[in-house]
């Protein structure tokens, strides 16, 4: 049996995604990302796949996070690891508020449905028409994590541990761009924790002995987006900035996450070294960085390329071109790509929008792509 486009339905597809948008699951709500995972399982047991929830931990600047979920069939060798994420940077109401469910034309919008609940509904078609054909060769297991977008602090360990395992690696982000580019690389991300230590006094009666610690945080801000090359690299981005608790007492305390990106090791390197020199003390307020989660960088190599080889002349054979890149934007791919395992990323549906209130997906590209995936899992061996 032969897998075609014309087994897919692009409207059957759509209509699946969307049920799965109408989940709201950010990842900062651990109960919204473990309904959507409640709904993902059934999917992926009816697959008959073997399912297993791991329970989420609570790293640093969280309050606890969803469970991961692991699925496995075809016994225990070598096989094709599939990475997709259950959370989303959407809070709750996003669908009832800004980014409500529409379609014009060949756009369809809602939250999350391009990052990346879209790519993740191709895939398991994909594997659901793979194993039908009885076409899968390998053994598969997949994990749907509930923290990519920050960063991936809970899920790394075993994410690395299977793709040890594995021996090669699907990811179906979103498609990069207008012309659908694949991911054989991905820029480095490192995430810091800054805070600010200030001196308290009355904002309106002993300003003048108080230090701010907000003052400071917003210097350091200015200072470090300030160095962003956005043609070259690196990239600096502070968000999350809490300080204070009453205008009228001078700040005692600022925090605040910078999320750096770097196309190379030797930015990489400078970054770290950027931040450790902020730490000290500046206009009398404490300075301190604490490290958070990294994604390394990921260069293609053999591996990668000989799977980006195949899905080209597969995708050529359907009647699309598939270009690739190096991208920013980091994934899951990072880790399982810089341990040297081939790993083809950007698998998912086009579109743009990820992260606002424009998030959309091209309908047109729902089968192409999906038959795509089913077409390389099916020749893996």
């Known amino acids: 049996m032969t897998i075609t486009p014309s087994t897919f339905s692009a409207e059957e597809l759509l209509d699946e995604m969307l049920k799965w948008v109408q989940i709201e699951s950010p990842t900062y709500d651990p109960a919204a990302v473990n309904r959507m995972l409640d709904f993902v399982s059934g999917r992926i047991s009816a697959l008959g796949f073997k399912v ?51 379609r014009e034309g060949d756009k369809c919008f809602g939250p999350a449905l391009y ?60 498609a990069k761009g207008p012309t659908g580019e694949v991911t054989t690389g991905r820029h480095a991300f490192q995430r810091f924790f800054l805070t600010t230590h200030g001196r308290p006094a009355h904002s309106g009666w002993t300003n003048k002995d108080g230090r701010s610690a907000v003052r400071v945080m917003a210097q350091l801000i200015e200072e470090l987006e ?23 007492c001078v700040p005692m305390t600022c925090t605040a996450q910078a999320l750096c990106v770097a196309r190379d090791m030797d930015t990489f390197h400078k970054i770290g070294r ?31 390329m000989d799977l980006y080889t195949r899905a080209k002349r597969i995708a050529a054979d359907i009647g699309f071109d598939l270009p690739h890149g190096q991208h920013g934007g980091g994934s899951d791919g ?47 061996a």
Do not use: C
């Not at 923290?147 to 541990?161: C, H, Q, T």
């Not at 950027?274 to 994604?295: A, C, F, K, M, N």
């Open 274 to 304: 950027t931040l450790d020199g902020l730490v000290g003390v500046r206009s009398d307020v404490r300075i301190e960085i604490e490290r958070g989660p990294v994604r390394p960088l990921w260069t293609a190599h053999a591996g990668t």
């Open 52 to 102: 297993e929830r791991i329970k989420g931990t609570a790293p640093k600047g969280t309050q606890g996070l969803g469970d991961i979920l692991r699925a496995r069939t075809g016994g225990d060798g070598p096989g094709i690891l599939l990475i997709a994420h259950a959370d989303t940077v959407h809070p709750v109401g996003t669908l009832a508020g800004p980014l409500p469910i529409k």
């Open 115 to 174: 990052d990346m609940k879209g790519g993740t509904v191709m895939a398991l078609a994909a594997v659901k028409a793979v194993m039908a054909a009885k076409l899968l060769k390998l053994p598969m297991t997949i994990i749907i994590n509930p923290d990519e977008e920050i960063g991936s602090p809970s899920s790394r360990a075993i994410i690395e541990e299977e793709a040890a395992k594995a021996k090669y690696v699907l990811v179906p982000e979103p």
């Open 334 to 380: 990072n880790f399982t790509g810089a341990l040297g395992k081939p790993t083809l990323d950007g698998l998912g549906i086009m579109g743009g929008g990820a992260h606002t209130h424009g998030e959309h997906v091209l309908v047109s590209s729902i089968v192409p792509r999906t038959t795509l995936m089913a077409r390389l899992m099916a020749e893996l």
């Open 226 to 248: 300030s160095q962003s090359d956005f043609d070259n690299g690196p990239t600096y981005a502070v968000s999350v900035v809490h300080g204070g608790q009453w205008v009228n």
